[in-house]
């Protein structure tokens, strides 16, 4: 049987491919970001749903990455998990300053 993890590495050779995954690399973090909140407040999904008045199925397609949340959802999320939202810019290296 192949594992998704040997996939993946196949595919990361694949130019196209690589740029789609580097792509996302934000949207990753945040939901690795919200995972880890949720698991260090040791909370379930439905725990954390229920804090946060809503269900299950939406905590999971934040923490999946397949939906993008409003500073207001990350704040209720922050309540919930007992944490302090804070948002930051920070300078790319990839890109010249105008």
């Given at each position: ?24 690399e ?22 954390l749903a229920r804090?946060?008045?809503t ?5 999971a397609?934040?923490?999946?990455g397949?939906?993008?949340?409003s ?5 209720r999320i ?15 290296p ?5």
């Amino acid at each position: 049987m192949t594992k998704i993890r040997d996939l993946h590495t196949k595919w990361l050779e694949d130019p196209a491919y690589r740029a789609d995954y580097d792509a996302m690399e934000e949207e990753f973090a945040l939901a690795s970001a919200l995972i880890e909140a949720r698991a260090k407040a040791g909370l379930t999904q439905e725990e954390l749903a229920r804090r946060m008045k809503t269900t299950q199925s939406v905590v999971a397609r934040l923490e999946g990455g397949r939906a993008r949340p409003s500073t207001r959802t990350l704040e209720r999320i922050a309540k919930a998990t007992g944490t302090r939202l804070k948002i930051s810019f920070e300078s790319d290296p990839s890109r010249p300053t105008p």
